[in-house]
């Protein structure tokens, strides 16, 4: 057989509109912009930035170094930064009791990134694992992590850090009713204009390896039967995906603004889902393992880490997320900013 053959030539050729750059700009179905980032940042109570080993290119930063960073963020286009506490050893009990101090670490990095740069949005951690001695984020009684006494805790921190000025509030406990004890304690304090974004459906992850050790948090269930070495009986099942559904319906119902899904990258599957679901501002957190996997197979050479990077960003947008939140944020904005 030649290949002088003529007929049939398929009418429809893909391939047409990829041609060249300005063809697949011009049919490209999303995009990525500094917009739909939020920048997650670990603060701490010492000097300047120290580095952590796990996540390259994220530094722990001093409260006068977040508020610069805020300063940052605004001139990249970065509406919106998380923030994250590196607490002293000597600050943890087993209660987690300085976390609703209003002059505790967090609510003093909001003041100073407020006043630096307040067309910035802050979004603030609600959950007790930075204060608590075993890591968890809840009260424990006799090795279970106690629901409402817990919840009563998560109130008391959320308005601290609401008075401090955060405009989202974030809880990422997975209590059950903690979004509507936090929304009506907004209301009666008077504060409702202050936002929920709820950590809804939250999976008991290995991909948040790094993260304890950005922040500090001490090894779970290490040498003490009383404390459970995962968050299993808080935190979703990793196999569920109606559950997924049933969380979003009831943080909506207790009046969250936002909801979130994390770990990232592993659950498009779940975000696209909830899109669909609910029609809701639905952001993804890319979590720290999931940046310290793409840093350290760039470190090795095995992949492009600049293109990971966008590929994996740009893979949110594409599921149906509203946002971000990541640490390669201010990387992410600059390379858009061109
Ligand atoms: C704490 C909290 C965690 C993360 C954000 N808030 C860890 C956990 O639930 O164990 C993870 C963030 C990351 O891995 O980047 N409630």
Known sequence: MTVTQLAPYPATRLRRLRQSDWTRRMVRETSLA???????MVVH??????????????????VAEVARAAVEARDLGIP????FPFIDGALKDVDGSTAADPNGLVCRAVRAMKAAAP???????????????????GVLDDGRIVNDATVARLVDQALVQARAGCDILAPSDMMDGRVAAIRA??????LQDVMIMSYAAKYASAFYG???????SGKLGSGDTLNPGDKKTYQMDPANTDEALREVALDIAEGA????VKPGLPYLDIARRLVDAFAMPTFAFQVSGEYAMIMAAGANGWIDEERAMMESLGAFKRAGCTGIITYFAPRAARLLKG
Do not use: K, N, Q
Not at 34 to 40: H, K, T
Not at 45 to 62: K, N, T
């Open 80 to 83: 919106c930064i998380a923030i």
């Open 210 to 216: 790094p993260y304890r050790d950005a922040i500090g």
């Open 34 to 40: 500094p917009a739909d980032l939020i920048w997650s």
């Open 45 to 62: 109570d010492g000097e300047g930035r120290i580095p952590v080993a796990s996540m390259p290119g994220v530094e722990r930063l001093s």
């Open 257 to 260: 603004d936002m909801v979130m």
């Open 185 to 190: 304690a907004l209301e009666a304090e008077g």
């Open 119 to 137: 067309e910035v949005g802050i979004m603030c951690d609600v959950a007790l694992d930075p204060f608590t001695s075993h890591g968890h984020d």
